[in-house]
Each structure stands twice: as structure tokens, then as C-alpha cells.
């Protein structure tokens, strides 16, 4: 029943992890120039004035929180590009998904103006619903159980909202897309 299933997990599982690993490459290459210590845009200074906001950590829920140094800054990089390397060949499973949204959302909620387009929210409601895709512990290419058909339809409505958004903005008429 619904074997093909099977591949579109194994296909998105795997081209997902392919995203993350640019993503955090990208972070690995830049982040500490961005929003490092001595960066652009540090993150203490921005994490300092988060922080006399009213509930800070939910308004801006980070890993950095607990340490907002360039180390740390570099641990989540490389460790979201390890784990995202070992979803790319095959081990994935939701404890593995799981761990790249957190690492990358704690990015973004940091990242401030260099993390605030439109691909960012989208990789990380694409790695949310990822985490529902897999098994819980399995790491197995195809594991035993079978895809989730409800979070299989959860992907095709956010492929459905991407596309309409895609042709809503060029409706709109902006100057951009008339040339």
C-alpha cells in the first residue's frame, strides 16, 4: 500500500539534509563576521537587549542564551553541518531532525537582519515538519515503518502555499517583475 511513499521520505529526508548542511556551511563561513563578538551585528548586544524585554526566551527561544560566545556561536555551526551531512547519507531520524531545527532556529532567532528572509522560515517549517516524517530512533534509509500520509500532505500544502505565493507576488504588480 503506498509504497512510493517510501521514496518521497527518503527523497525529501535526504535533499532536506542537503539544504541544511548549505545553510550551516554558510554559517560556518560567515556567522562569526556577521554576528560574532566582533561582527556587524553582534548577538550579546542584540541577546542584551532581548533580554529587558518582558519573557525573552520565549519572544527569542536560542541555544545562546546559554553561552553567547564566537565558540558557541561555532559549536552549533558545525554540529548542524555533521548532523545535516549524516541525514544527507542516509541516517535520519526524528531525534535527528529534531536536533537541526533547534540549532538552526537558534541561528535565525540571532542572526537578526542577516536571517530575516523568506527561505529561513521556510527551511525551518520544512525541518519542523521533518521531525514527523521519521521514526523516533531509527536511522535506517528506509526504515520498518511507513511515511506518515497526513505529514506526506502536510508537505504538499506547503509546496501549494509556495507556489501561490510565488505567482501572488508577481500579481501584485510590483515594478520588479514588469521589466
Known amino acids: 500500500m503506498l509504497t512510493h511513499f517510501?521514496?518521497?521520505?527518503?527523497?525529501?529526508?535526504?535533499?532536506?539534509?542537503?539544504v541544511y548542511l548549505?545553510?550551516?556551511?554558510?554559517?560556518?563561513r560567515?556567522?562569526?563576521?556577521?554576528?560574532?563578538?566582533?561582527g556587524l551585528t553582534p548577538m550579546r548586544l542584540f541577546l542584551r537587549q532581548v533580554r529587558d524585554e518582558p519573557h525573552p526566551f520565549w519572544n527569542t527561544p536560542t541555544l545562546f542564551w546559554l553561552d553567547d560566545s564566537d565558540r558557541a556561536l561555532a559549536v552549533v555551526a558545525w554540529s548542524g553541518a555533521a548532523v545535516s551531512l549524516a541525514v544527507l547519507l542516509g541516517a535520519a531520524n526524528a531525534l535527528m531532525m529534531a536536533l537541526l531545527w533547534v540549532l538552526y532556529?537558534?541561528?535565525?532567532?540571532?542572526?537578526?537582519?542577516?536571517?530575516?528572509?523568506?527561505?529561513?522560515?521556510?527551511?525551518?517549517?520544512?525541518?519542523?515538519?521533518?521531525?514527523?516524517?521519521?521514526?523516533?530512533?531509527?536511522?535506517?534509509?528506509?526504515?520498518?515503518?511507513?511515511?506518515?500520509?497526513?505529514?506526506?500532505?502536510?508537505?504538499?500544502?506547503?509546496?501549494?502555499?509556495?507556489?501561490?505565493?510565488?505567482?501572488?507576488?508577481?500579481?501584485?504588480?510590483?515594478?520588479?517583475?514588469?521589466?
Open 105 to 179: 532556529q537558534s541561528l535565525v532567532q540571532v542572526g537578526q537582519v542577516w536571517y530575516r528572509f523568506g527561505w529561513e522560515s521556510l527551511l525551518l517549517e520544512t525541518g519542523f515538519l521533518a521531525i514527523f516524517l521519521c521514526p523516533l530512533l531509527a536511522v535506517r534509509p528506509f526504515p520498518a515503518t511507513a511515511p506518515p500520509v497526513e505529514i506526506i500532505w502536510l508537505f504538499r500544502w506547503l509546496g501549494f502555499r509556495v507556489m501561490l505565493g510565488a505567482g501572488l507576488i508577481k500579481l501584485r504588480g510590483d515594478e520588479c517583475w514588469k521589466k
Open 30 to 38: 560567515q556567522n562569526r563576521a556577521l554576528i560574532g563578538s566582533n
Open 22 to 28: 548549505v545553510a550551516f556551511a554558510v554559517a560556518i
Open 6 to 18: 517510501w521514496w518521497v521520505r527518503f527523497a525529501i529526508l535526504r535533499l532536506l539534509g542537503l
